[in-house]
């Protein structure tokens, strides 16, 4: 199925039915202004799934991948949608409103602030359904709780439900165009043994109160998701949430049998979007023989065969750069994507070829995954709540401003870059270009300069003794030498004597994954980027000493 970008397909969804519905919505989009053809023509659900969005207002961008979405964005994009499709219902599995650990003390108050930006935020959306989380709740306690009970979201967690007020095990959404979609939840607050039967269960509530097709938004993570797929024939699409941090963007439906499995990573960076359009037939599948289901019918998008295009020059020319420029691991995994190569073109055709032509009868599913760039509009009303967010992180960052933590002791201090390369001269060509040298530019260029969620990866030594502080950063700004090494005042007061310095030579994995977490460098691998500090003056055989 084919990746979709923002501008093509979705639309406002009509009502929630009661029922064993849960709540209502507290508004409903305007109705579209565009006629519907095609696929929409036919009564039909998109199903627009974001996943473990953890309050994050925006992804933070310390790659290039991962220079995507946000929540501002999103909004835009989905407000763009409904013009087009009459029928979008949207929806989040995972956790929704806790990042992963414990925030630090120093942080609480921003986090608390942005929790409620972020829910305000969603309701804008609107966020229509959602699968309450118990890591959520474990994570955020009693403020999660709040916010939970506080959006206008329909929540869904069958089987023994996390205690949060208001929840159904199912609900039931009614489009525009006339389908009727059934979404139920589940989490792992659910004995393992017991899921399968409680999904069961809700799904044939929902079929029985009149429901075309039935979503699963799943808390189980890919490999459960695909595990309660095997166990629960007939469902027809499951959204699956709590995603290993390295989760990579899905460019088509995956499939576990005939029951479809989407995502949209983590952190609002994508979002995913499947359109499913019910066979004429009233009566619902037959979980014994499931195979007539969902015929792929992406190619009958708005605008299919110039995306799928899109994403084919765009594997041309990373195949051109992996085939000489590449690591071995790479170019050994080549032939594979001249195959995919092979059927994206075939696939083009096929759009070029469907383009004006009615859709084929029966079952079609039809998915994309988008990406926004940062260069994408946003939602006037959203990006005005994520600047008076920012602007708040502001001030809390004046008021916040503190000692450093006092050395103890016998203990060592920071004493910056420019100390260390009064001495180790030979390293400074290196580190003047490096990246960790302009960290905080780079904080500045985001105009992140207060944001505790950005700050202490960018600066050295913060919140450590004799470190940095909100509003005490000047000497240690940017990843220097201090970073890696550890703190460096006992090394100068003994040079060269090592174990009264308490220097380290050669940093360990951990040093460097505290900051190159999953989350912000889902690529990263230590032994792969650390020969690339190896240089002569650090760490490096010198060339002239090179056999």
């Known amino acids: 199925m084919t990746l979709r970008s923002p501008c093509v397909v979705l639309a406002s969804f009509a009502t929630l039915t009661a029922a064993c519905c849960g709540r209502q919505q507290a508004a409903t ?10 696929l929409y023509a036919r009564p039909h659900v ?5 996943t473990d969005w953890q309050a994050v207002l925006k992804p933070c961008g310390c790659t290039v991948d991962s220079q995507k979405g946000g929540i501002e964005r999103i909004a835009r994009a989905i ?36 929790l409620t930006t972020f829910q305000h935020a969603v309701d804008r959306l609107p966020l229509q359904v959602a699968a309450v989380s118990s890591a959520d709740l474990a994570a955020g306690g009693d403020a999660v709780r709040a916010a939970y009970a506080g959006l206008g979201a329909t929540l869904v967690a069958c089987g023994g439900a996390p205690a949060v007020a208001g929840v159904a095990a199912g609900t039931l959404v009614r489009t525009k165009s006339g389908a009727v979609a059934g979404f139920l939840g589940i989490d792992p607050a659910v004995p393992e043994g017991e899921r399968a039967a409680a999904v069961q269960q809700a799904a044939a509530d929902l079929r029985r109160q009149g429901a075309d097709v039935v979503v699963v938004l799943s808390n189980l993570g890919l490999r459960g998701a695909r595990q309660l797929a095997r166990a629960v024939p007939g469902l027809d699409a499951i959204v699956a949430g709590v995603l290993d941090p390295r989760a990579e963007p899905l460019a088509d439906v995956e499939r576990e049998g005939e029951t479809l499995l989407i995502h949209a990573t983590r952190q609002g960076a994508y979002y995913a979007a499947l359109t499913l359009v019910p066979a004429a037939s009233a009566a619902p599948p037959n979980p014994a023989n499931p195979a007539t289901r969902w015929t792929d019918a992406a190619e009958y998008l708005p605008g299919a065969a ?60 039809a998915f994309r995954s988008v990406g926004l760039a940062w260069s994408a509009p946003v939602d006037a009303a959203v990006h005005a709540l994520v600047q008076a967010y920012d602007a708040d992180v502001a001030e809390m960052a004046e008021s916040a401003v503190g000692a450093v933590p006092p050395v103890p002791a016998g203990g060592a201090g920071y004493v910056g870059a420019v100390v260390c390369l009064a001495c ?8 003047e270009q490096d990246r960790h040298a302009h960290a905080w530019a780079a904080l500045q260029t985001a105009a992140k300069t207060s944001d505790l969620d950005c700050v202490p990866c960018h600066v050295t030594g913060f919140g450590l003794p004799g470190g940095s502080a909100l509003g005490k950063l000047e000497p240690l700004q940017n990843v220097q030498c201090e970073a890696c090494h550890g703190p460096g005042s006992l090394h100068i007061a003994t040079p060269g004597r090592a174990p009264l310095s308490r220097i380290v030579r050669s940093p360990p994995a951990v040093t460097c994954e505290g900051c190159h977490t999953p ?11 650390r020969p690339r500090l190896l240089v002569p003056g650090h760490g490096g055989v010198p060339a002239s000493t090179k056999p």
């Open 79 to 114: 407000g763009a949608l409904r013009a087009e499709d009459d029928s979008v219902v949207v929806v989040h599995a995972g956790r929704l409103l806790a990042e992963d650990g414990p925030a630090h003390e120093a942080k609480r108050a921003q986090v608390a602030r942005r």
């Open 519 to 529: 989350e912000h460098a889902p690529r990263f691998a230590f032994d792969a980027y």
């Open 306 to 365: 110039s995306e799928l295009q899109a994403r084919l020059a765009d594997l041309d020319t990373r195949l051109a750069l992996w085939r000489h420029h590449a690591t071995v691991a790479t170019r050994l995994a080549v032939p594979v994507y001249e195959a995919e190569r092979t059927a994206l073109f075939g696939r083009v055709q096929r759009a070029r070829a469907a383009a004006g032509k009615p859709p084929p009868d029966g079952a079609l599913a």
């Open 46 to 50: 998109t199903i627009v799934a974001v």
């Open 29 to 38: 989009p305007p109705a579209p202004s565009a006629t519907t053809t095609g």
């Open 424 to 431: 180790h001269q030979a390293v400074r060509p290196f580190w």
